[in-house]
């Protein structure tokens, strides 16, 4: 894998380079012919190189090192250090006490206060000189640090620390401010000790965390600043490095024309470059390495992390991409810790650290991994479970199964492995348990301090909102209740109300899917319970897989009734489905679908509408009454008796309506038979209270029903009854409707000059009698004048010959003599009537009327008596005796009674008048 | 979970899981059958809680380990695990309170979904209509209409008990256990 890519910058330049330095997109070269070549390099808009300056003969040998500070160029030319101006390439000036300088290193400017000057560092044989260089670049000599041996390779640590290589001797720091030596590694220990020499080829790389990598030949040890060996780790080159360094996150070292850059974790080699006669490699302007030959130069620009990582990615190679983003981003050890975490919620409590993107990249390339583990390797289990670990969105995971992805129709062939489909069940369950904690998250908002939680995205989590969430889940989770595997919600899913349910649609679709392939018996369970299942997608597997009961359990969990019943044709489920359903919200559905009931059989269908437990209201009855009245007077009756008989329904319009419908039957039946039923026999049979008999007509029943009916029922309006009956027939019903407006002379009428019916008369009568009430108190005098009355001309012939005898109007006068005014009915008489007949009626008369003066003079008596008691007490209690003092008080107002009028009562207690009438 | 498989030589141990809303008298039950004991206090369960009794069975020792659920915080609370591995179910509603008869359904579908068994239609299920002792007139839920539901769910056995009283407590946990029993024998074969 690429991760630098090359960029020459000095191509086949017609001197020899002997040494160079860049700075600020300047590139110094020094030649070997002692001329000074100075580049401007820009990198925008393109990338651009060109001679800006040159200074022959600029030294007075060859120059074998350069080095850049406070503006200044400092070279050591032929063994003295020389300083120019920056600018202008002129010399300032040369010091004459660093003769025998072999090497120079400026402290870098990240290593120092911004304030102080610049130091740098001069080998010159067995010392090394500090130089601080000040703004105007005039050097003085600060420091003179004594070393074991002439420092081949010097490198600062820090302001105070200088690390140097000796290939025998091997590699020590000196201090500046003691001025004492460390030994990090002595060549006469072991690990070096094969190729001890002065060929021996050394270098010193800085890593992070002030660690270092150190090499002698083609062995590497890393070892802590202190010189303390990190003995779980070397290194091997593949040949001697003639130079190394560190560029985050790897190590490079130039061998033998070719740089062979190594990945700090794992040692292996990431990229090798071949530079043909490359001699020195070091970090230069922007950091980026530079290569030297004795004629090119070339820099190394590292690819983009991002862009590597891709091209790990491309190559399946999840682990290295994983591991690149690790070193990358995280060189402490704390920080990688955090990785093991990445899934858990801890991690938001120390996470200040760690930038978003870091952590979205880890999650991508795992996911990636997992994806790969799945469709590639088929280890589901594992690519599902990692994908749950990272809280993937459930949709990703559906994704992973071309049957079921969201993404569409796909060419990818379904994933049917068993294992697979098992995991995912499994997965979209806990899932499902997940969202419905979401889901009731957001209906209470005011439980929670909802608000209070920033949408992950946007602001970095502070202590307290961590905390917040750790409280949400542990609310919802069983944890706290001793209950096995809990379920904190997934920080990244508390998302909102919207995508909740989006997501448990997702999840309760697939689940049906999954379901209907792996265990049909839990369908019909799942479309029962509280479910978000897709209903288009829903229908279409449920009709697929022929689970059309499962089907319609979902339309009725949906509240799709509606669709439920279309897809039923069987009477008896329809009637199960009716009778499941609320007749108040969906009577519109009954008097729809209960066709097929009604018509294999009517009180199946009747019972539909009769056997509920809701309060129906009004509005739903009449609706149903409407319904029935356009099916059938039969059903309409039928529903209105449920109503008055069961629900004691006191709507007047039932009542007239029940009624109407009856007389209508009667005057069908009655035209539609030739002979009139009306068989006056069985008419008395009519007002008897007694169960009719078996042999009775259907007609015959009807009418008592209806005279039943209109003889109990108080709901009625017979004032707009009266004129639905007919004239001629059903008389006996209509006397029943005009004893209930009083209009007796009609009833009395009808009862004997049309229906010569003196028996019905009479207890008609005896029904309606009322002596308080004055039409009601003289009927029975109204009946024996219609007895002994002229004969209508309307009557018919048939009844004029059933004049009632004298002997039944003379027994009558007896039995209810005493309800008629006696003149009254005297005066009625017939002259021609024997006075020894009426003995018995007069004698009656008589006794009640004496009964009835003595009675009241009875009571006139027991009347005065009591007045007389009562006199009797008021006399006793005025006569009772007060005395006044002082001291008596008035009961109501507690003040003396003194000279005041008063009052006195029975139990001694004295008030003034004016406070009793208070 | 359960102690399955012919290599375990230790007693087979059946877990039972109670089910039922909130009040009808799961604890109550399970109280009377393990501890033989009965409070008038009500004291909801929070989460689970389980009692273990050994029991014999056609001459067989087992250990049964019933778990008592919230009726107040249905099935969200406890994870799939919990009812991964439940050799029975045990139903349990209050005659005097038809609601928590219409709830049955529910809590038998849920309790399908999480323990996801392989035949779901053979599952063992027990009803048990508790509070029998109290008043006839106050039963909202009729011996027949149970029976008629215990019969449509696939022959469930039902029934009527008080823990109370104890009346029918034995008997309902014994035919739990054989029944659950019968099951494992089945899935071993
Ligand atoms: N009369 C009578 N009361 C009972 C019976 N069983 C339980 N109870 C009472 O009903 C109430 C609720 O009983 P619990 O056993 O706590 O109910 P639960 O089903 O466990 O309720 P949750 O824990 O909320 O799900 C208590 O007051 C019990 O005393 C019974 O058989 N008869
Ligand atoms: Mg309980």
Redesign the pocket.
């Known amino acids: 894998m690429d991760v630098v890519v090359v960029q020459c910058l000095i191509e086949a330049l017609p001197m020899a380079i002997s040494t160079s330095v860049s700075y600020d997109g300047r590139l110094l070269i020094a030649t070997t012919s002692q001329s000074l070549l100075k580049y401007a390099l820009s990198d925008s808009p393109s990338f651009d190189i060109r001679l800006a300056d040159s200074r022959k003969d600029f030294a007075k040998k060859n120059v074998e090192s350069m080095a850049v500070a406070s503006g200044f160029l400092l070279a050591v030319d032929g063994g003295v250090v020389a300083s120019f101006s920056l600018d202008s390439l002129t010399l300032r000036e040369y010091i004459p006490a660093t003769k025998g300088a072999s090497l120079l290193a400026v402290c870098p400017a990240e290593s120092r206060e911004a304030s102080e000057n610049s130091l740098v560092a001069i080998v010159v044989k067995k010392r090394i000189l500090i130089y601080s260089i000040s703004l105007d670049g005039s050097m003085r000599c600060v420091k003179e640090l004594a070393t074991p041996e002439r420092a081949h390779i010097l490198v600062w640590l820090n302001a105070n620390t200088i690390a140097c290589a000796h290939p025998k001797r091997g590699y020590f720091t000196v201090a500046l401010d003691s001025n004492s030596t460390t030994d990090l590694f002595k060549f006469n220990n072991s690990l070096f000790s094969a190729a001890t020499g002065a060929s021996a080829k050394i270098g010193i790389a800085i890593l992070p965390k002030g660690q270092l990598l150190l090499t002698r030949n083609n062995s590497g040890v890393f070892v802590n600043s202190d010189g303390s060996p990190l003995i779980e780790r070397d290194l091997e080159w593949s040949g001697p490095p003639d130079s190394i360094t560190y560029s985050s996150p790897y190590v490079m070292a130039l061998i033998a024309g070719a740089v062979e850059v190594r990945s700090l974790t794992t040692g292996g080699v990431v990229q090798r470059i071949d530079f043909p006669g490359a001699l020195s490699m070091s970090v230069g302007g922007e950091s980026l390495i530079h290569i030297a030959s004795s004629n090119c130069i070339w820099r190394l620009l590292p690819v983009s992390f991002e862009d590597q990582i891709e091209h790990l990615i491309a190559s399946n190679q999840f682990n290295e991409a994983q591991r690149l983003i690790e070193e990358l981003e995280f060189s402490s050890e704390d920080e990688k810790v955090l990785f093991g975490w990445i899934s858990s919620l801890h991690v938001f409590q120390t996470k200040k650290k760690i930038e978003r993107g870091q952590i979205s990249n880890i999650i991508r390339v795992r996911g990636l991994y997992a994806h790969h583990m799945f469709t590639v390797e088929r280890k589901y289990e594992e690519a599902i479970s990692l994908l749950s670990e990272l809280r993937a969105s459930p949709i990703d995971i559906v994704n992973l199964f071309p049957q079921f992805s969201l993404l569409g129709p796909s060419s990818d062939p379904p994933v049917t492995d068993k294992t697979a489909l098992a995991t995912l069940k499994d997965y979209l369950l806990s899932q499902r348990q997940i969202l419905s904690k979401l889901r009731r998250l957001h209906q209470r908002p005011n439980n929670l301090p909802w608000n209070q939680i920033p949408p992950p995205s946007t602001s970095p989590l502070t202590g307290t909102t961590a905390a917040t969430i750790a409280a949400v889940s542990s609310l919802f989770s069983g944890s706290d209740h001793g209950v096995p595997d809990s379920i904190p919600i997934p920080e990244n899913m508390i998302a909102n109300a919207d995508d909740a349910l989006f997501l448990s649609s997702v999840v309760d679709t697939t689940l049906l899917k999954v379901y209907l392939l792996v265990n049909e018996g839990l369908v019909g369970s799942l479309v029962r319970v509280e479910n978000f299942c897709d209903i288009q997608e829903a229908e279409n597997a449920l009709k697929q897989s022929r689970k059309y009961r499962e089907l319609i359990d979902f339309y009725y969990g949906k509240g799709l009734h509606r669709k439920a019943l279309e897809n039923l044709d069987e009477p008896d489920a329809i009637m199960q489905y009716l009778h499941r359903l609320n007749i108040v919200a969906h009577v519109d559905l009954f008097l729809e679908f209960s066709e097929p009931i009604f018509n294999r059989n009517v009180e199946e269908g009747l019972n539909i509408f009769t056997e509920r437990y809701e309060d129906v209201p009004l509005k739903t009855h009449l609706r149903i009454i409407d319904f029935f009245e356009r099916k059938s007077a039969q059903l309409e009756t039928r529903y209105l008796e449920y109503l008055i008989g069961n629900l004691d329904s006191e709507r007047p319009e039932f009542h007239d309506r029940i009624v109407l419908l009856y007389l209508q039957r009667l005057v069908e039946q009655l035209t539609r038979s030739e002979s009139p039923v009306d068989a006056t026999e069985s008419v008395e049979m009519l007002f008897v209270d007694a169960e009719a008999e078996a042999s009775s007509s259907d007609f015959l029943l009807l009418r008592k029903k209806l005279v039943l009916f209109l003889e109990n029922s108080k709901f009625y309006r017979p004032e707009r009854l009266i004129s639905l009956f007919p004239d001629d027939v059903l008389l006996e019903e209509k006397v029943v409707v005009l004893g209930r407006l009083k209009m007796h002379r009609e009833s009395l009428f009808i009862c004997i000059e049309k229906l010569a019916n003196f028996n019905l008369a009479k207890r008609y009568c005896e029904m309606h009698y009322d002596p308080k009430d004055p039409t009601s108190s003289h009927i029975f005098v109204d009946l024996l004048s219609l007895l002994l009355g002229p004969r209508t001309p309307t009557t018919s012939a048939a009844q004029k010959d059933q004049i009632i005898p004298m002997s039944d109007i003379i027994q009558y006068l007896i039995r209810y003599g005493t309800f008629m005014h006696g003149t009254a009915a005297l005066s009625m008489l017939p002259d021609s009537l024997p006075l020894a007949c009426l003995v018995p009626f007069m004698e009656k008369t008589l006794q009640t009327g004496q009964f009835s003066s003595r009675s009241g003079m009875l009571a006139v008596n027991l009347a005065k008596m009591e007045h007389m008691h009562i006199q009797d007490a008021l006399i006793q209690s005025q006569s009772a005796l007060v005395t006044l003092d002082e001291e008596k008080l008035c009961a109501r107002c507690s003040k003396r009674i003194g000279n005041s009028v008063f009052a006195c009562y029975s139990e001694k207690l004295l008030v003034h008048v004016f406070c009793m009438s208070k | 979970m359960s102690g399955r498989g012919a290599n375990s030589r230790r007693r087979p141990m059946l877990k039972v899981i109670i089910l ?1 809303d ?7 039950l399970m109280n009377q059958y393990v501890n033989r004991k009965f ?7 929070i989460g689970a809680d389980f009692l273990t009794k050994d029991v014999e069975i056609d001459g067989k020792n087992v250990t049964t380990q019933i778990w ?1 659920t ?3 915080e249905r099935f969200q609370s406890l994870g799939v695990a919990f009812y991964r591995g439940a050799d029975c179910c045990v139903l ?1 509603f209050d005659v005097n309170n038809s609601k928590s008869f219409d709830q049955l359904d529910s809590w038998r579908d849920e309790f399908l979904l999480q323990a996801s068994p392989r035949d779901p239609d053979n599952f063992p299920f027990v009803v048990l209509g ?2 029998v ?2 008043e006839e007139s106050r039963r909202q839920v009729s011996q027949k209409r149970a029976l008629a539901w215990c019969q449509q769910k696939g022959k469930i056995p039902y029934f009527e008990t ?3 009283e104890a009346i029918n407590v034995d008997m309902a946990f014994q035919t739990m256990a054989k029944n659950a029993l019968d099951q494992e024998a089945d899935v071993e074969l």
């Open positions: 039922g909130s009040g009808v008298g799961k604890t109550s409070t008038n206090q009500y004291k909801a369960t008592d919230a009726g107040q349990v508790n509070k002792d109290l008080s823990a109370k």
